[in-house]
């Protein structure tokens, strides 16, 4: 009879990952279906768990710092003799490292992202299915919820907005998306946008959180100070921001990800730039006035760069940090004013190797821009403020 067949009952699984966005979403999972599952965020936390909890199962990460996953593996295998099943579930994909692993006595390996189906599916081919299956997953959990590779964490700036805020398709994304966090920061709204966001974040407090400034500092400010909050949290690889009224969508954000994940790119940012196949959207005299625009701070930059101030862009978390460590000079232009810093600690032949702009595939202008077309004409003011203090 094998190990499966006869420790039915009780099945215990050890979860190691120093990522709490993906931990807390296996241990959801696998205890909906029936495994007691207990969590440790180190190698070092998951060793002494180890040794008191005695799993069933281990699933570990293999990039964790200090203790790293592999280390994890010698433990158990070699200190304390055990033959637990191991499963390694990471973002490492380099084969040295796979097959180290299963020479050391892994049972599988998964690559993420990985859907949360795939991972119950191997969980239940190792040690078997649980005596008694819960029933709490609910019909739209069983849809393929992903582990990503990285944690990504994206502010989203709102000041009066109660009446444009989609929360469906924000709870949709991170449900569907695991190891995303959305930072919403309310700016000194006047209306009702506090309230709303703190009910978006009801029952999703792992997934979204809310930052109150009690004061309108503008978008500029708004997102600096958000970036700088979700900068402390070390599980994050990654930090961006998109437009509360999602003109650019989540689909053309991941993509952003994707590409900065498998780059050396710093910051990538989307681009409104019309492309062939592309849905984008502009009312026709906004558009003329940001084509002016941009040849402008072409100009100023110096540099090739075709749509800075597109509300869309991640980063590097170390980047992240440096550009948004000072306040901005401007309410609104604070995007050239990222590139500008980048420009003048990096030399602007080093900064085209390390930002990319990419085409996104839909952006549309939605209704309700808090920017005015008499605004457009303070822009240029603001383009001169910025080309005197940063040259």
Same mark, same amino acid.
């Given at each position: 009879?094998?190990?499966?067949? !006869?420790?039915?009952?009780?099945?215990?699984?050890?979860?190691?990952?120093?990522?709490?966005?993906?931990?807390?979403?296996?241990?959801?999972?696998?205890?909906? !279906?029936?495994?007691?599952?207990?969590?440790?965020?180190?190698?070092?936390?998951?060793? *002494?768990?180890?040794?008191?909890?005695?799993?069933?199962?281990?699933?570990?990460?293999?990039?964790?710092?200090?203790?790293?996953?592999?280390?994890?593996?010698?433990?158990?295998?070699?200190?304390?003799?055990?033959?637990?099943? =191991?499963?390694?579930? %990471?973002?490492?994909?380099?084969?040295?490292?796979?097959?180290?692993?299963?020479?050391?006595?892994?049972?599988?390996?998964?690559?993420?992202?990985? %859907?949360?189906?795939?991972? !119950?599916?191997?969980?239940?081919?190792?040690?078997?299915?649980?005596?008694?299956?819960?029933?709490?997953? +609910?019909?739209?959990?069983?849809?393929?919820? /992903?582990?990503?590779?990285? $944690?990504?964490?994206?502010?989203?700036? $709102?000041?009066?907005?109660?009446?444009?805020?989609?929360?469906?398709?924000?709870?949709?994304?991170? @449900? %569907?998306?695991?190891?995303?966090?959305?930072?919403?920061?309310?700016?000194?709204? +006047?209306?009702? !946008?506090?309230?709303?966001? *703190?009910?978006?974040?009801?029952?999703?407090?792992?997934?979204?959180?809310?930052?109150?400034?009690?004061?309108?500092?503008?978008?500029?400010?708004?997102?600096?100070?958000?970036?700088? @909050?979700?900068?402390?949290?070390?599980?994050?690889?990654?930090?961006?921001?998109?437009?509360?009224?999602?003109?650019?969508?989540?689909?053309?954000?991941?993509?952003?990800?994707? +590409?900065?994940?498998?780059?050396?790119?710093?910051?990538?940012?989307?681009?409104?730039?019309?492309?062939?196949?592309?849905? =984008?959207?502009?009312?026709?005299?906004?558009?003329?006035?940001?084509?002016?625009?941009?040849?402008?701070?072409?100009?100023?930059?110096?540099?090739?760069?075709?749509?800075?101030? $597109?509300?869309?862009?991640?980063?590097?978390?170390?980047?992240? +940090?440096?550009?948004?460590?000072?306040?901005?000079?401007?309410?609104?232009?604070?995007?050239? *004013?990222?590139?500008?810093?980048?420009?003048?600690?990096?030399?602007?032949?080093?900064?085209?190797?390390?930002?990319? *702009?990419?085409?996104?595939?839909?952006?549309?202008?939605?209704?309700?821009?808090?920017?005015? /077309?008499?605004?457009?004409?303070?822009?240029?003011?603001?383009?001169?403020?910025?080309?005197?203090?940063?040259?």
């Amino acid at each position: 009879m094998t190990r499966a067949q !006869t420790e039915l009952k009780n099945m215990k699984i050890l979860a190691i990952d120093d990522q709490q966005l993906i931990l807390m979403s296996l241990q959801k999972r696998l205890e909906e !279906t029936g495994y007691e599952v207990k969590v440790a965020d180190s190698g070092r936390l998951g060793i *002494e768990s180890f040794k008191t909890f005695h799993p069933d199962l281990v699933i570990v990460d293999i990039n964790m710092p200090g203790m790293s996953g592999i280390d994890v593996i010698k433990h158990i295998r070699i200190i304390e003799e055990s033959d637990t099943p =191991i499963m390694v579930m %990471s973002g490492n994909t380099d084969e040295k490292v796979i097959v180290n692993g299963f020479e050391l006595g892994i049972d599988d390996y998964m690559k993420k992202p990985v %859907s949360l189906n795939e991972v !119950t599916a191997r969980v239940k081919r190792i040690i078997g299915k649980p005596e008694k299956i819960s029933t709490e997953i +609910t019909k739209s959990d069983d849809s393929a919820q /992903m582990l990503q590779q990285y $944690c990504v964490g994206v502010v989203i700036p $709102c000041y009066n907005e109660e009446d444009r805020l989609s929360g469906k398709e924000f709870k949709d994304f991170v @449900h %569907s998306n695991l190891g995303y966090h959305l930072c919403f920061v309310n700016d000194g709204s +006047t209306d009702n !946008t506090l309230k709303v966001l *703190e009910e978006l974040s009801v029952g999703n407090e792992n997934k979204i959180s809310v930052y109150n400034c009690e004061k309108n500092g503008g978008k500029a400010e708004a997102v600096r100070q958000g970036v700088l @909050h979700l900068a402390k949290d070390p599980q994050l690889d990654f930090i961006g921001y998109l437009d509360a009224d999602l003109s650019t969508d989540f689909r053309d954000f991941d993509d952003l990800v994707k +590409t900065i994940e498998k780059s050396d790119f710093k910051i990538v940012s989307g681009s409104r730039m019309a492309r062939m196949g592309a849905d =984008i959207t502009k009312e026709s005299a906004r558009a003329i006035i940001s084509k002016t625009i941009n040849l402008i701070i072409r100009t100023i930059l110096k540099m090739p760069f075709n749509d800075t101030q $597109c509300g869309a862009k991640i980063m590097d978390k170390e980047i992240a +940090t440096l550009v948004f460590n000072k306040s901005f000079i401007t309410r609104w232009l604070f995007d050239v *004013e990222i590139f500008m810093r980048m420009r003048k600690h990096y030399g602007k032949d080093k900064v085209i190797q390390l930002i990319c *702009e990419q085409p996104l595939k839909r952006w549309i202008h939605a209704d309700g821009s808090k920017l005015s /077309m008499s605004d457009s004409v303070k822009i240029v003011g603001q383009l001169a403020k910025i080309a005197v203090h940063y040259n």
